[in-house]
């Protein structure tokens, strides 16, 4: 296994931050690791990059415990954390050269790696700019290039999209689709999009503690009650929704669209077609909504 998280604790005074949770990465998968802000998802990433010690349990890296052989595994580990570390007063090249040091001896090893990694990061046009005259899309390109420049077989990546813009999510999206052929790939990510676009697996954590760890499509099945779409031309009270026996829930999507919650799986769209022929309402959608991975996320993570 490439990465395997083993009963793992981290204490911070008297809260568990990581309450005894195991799981593994698999060499050539991508694992999202989801869940709500303090949920333990960087404690965790903290651990298994070495930055932090766990109070009890262990993960292991290509087979190196980071509590025992810290240095074998951080060889095995590129880390691009959360808040993107950079010096900005230096030039895109300079920076990769000067991270390259710190992981290969050879100059020309650093020289070739450091093009090597211009070239996949798509940073042939910034190299020989300042990092600070860079958008936050490149900057983030430059964190995913000194964390590539020795060729890790484990790479982990917290947020890398926090923040930017939807050409830019994709251009990051597409960029770690293409490392990750002959590596691990661990990200976290509110972005549910990035889950279904990317992952080969998932781990939801919540409160310290693994809810869920699935394929996308095995968690899209863990929804338990479906949600029917209905818009109709005219205004009409959301209350009137409430009125219906066997609609749990009902939320206002505005310009007169709503999503229904049914109660223990009732369909209720029948009800809805007789309650707009009876108004005398014009119906422009009445559709059955597919399983929505932020629904499945809200669902375990709720509590």
């Known amino acids: 296994m490439s990465v395997n998280v083993m009963g793992l604790t981290k204490t911070f005074g008297a809260q568990n931050a990581v309450d005894n949770i195991s799981f593994e990465a698999k060499e050539g998968e991508i694992l999202g690791f989801l869940g709500p802000n303090g949920a333990g998802k960087s404690t965790t990433m903290k651990i298994a990059t070495c930055y932090l010690p766990p ?16 240095m074998d595994v951080r060889k095995n580990i ?9 010096y900005l007063d230096m030039y895109v090249h300079e920076y ?3 991270t390259g040091s710190l992981h290969l001896k050879n100059a020309g090893e650093i020289k070739k790696q450091v093009k090597k990694m211009i070239e996949i990061c798509g940073l042939e ?22 964390a590539l420049l020795h060729d890790p077989k484990v790479l982990i990546l917290d947020e ?15 960029l770690i689709k293409s490392i990750s052929r002959d590596k691990t790939v661990i990200f976290s990510t509110h972005i549910m999009q990035e889950v279904q676009a990317l992952c080969d697996r998932v781990v939801i954590i919540n409160k310290g503690i693994i809810v869920a760890d699935a394929t996308p499509g ?29 609609v749990e829930e009902v939320d206002n999507m505005g310009e ?35 399983s929505q991975i932020e629904d499945i996320f809200r669902q375990l993570t709720i509590n």
């Open 256 to 290: 007169n669209k709503f999503k229904l919650t049914p109660n223990d799986n009732e369909d209720i769209r029948p009800k809805i077609y007789q309650y707009s022929t009876e108004k005398k309402l014009t119906l422009l959608q009445l559709t059955e909504q597919e």
């Open 218 to 246: 095995e968690l899209m099945k863990l929804q338990s009650k479906p949600r029917i779409i209905v818009q109709f031309k005219e205004t009409i009270d959301e209350a009137d929704f409430k009125k219906f026996t066997g």
């Open 55 to 70: 109070t009890s349990g262990t993960i292991k890296v290509c087979d190196q415990d980071v509590k025992d052989n810290s």
């Open 96 to 98: 990769l050269h000067f």
């Open 125 to 146: 046009r910034e190299q020989n700019k300042k990092i600070g005259a860079l958008s936050k899309g490149y900057r983030q390109r430059v964190g995913l290039a000194q």
């Open 78 to 86: 590129g880390y691009l954390p959360e808040h993107n570390p950079l």
């Open 160 to 174: 890398p999209t926090t923040g930017l813009d939807p050409n830019q999510i994709i251009e990051i999206r597409n």
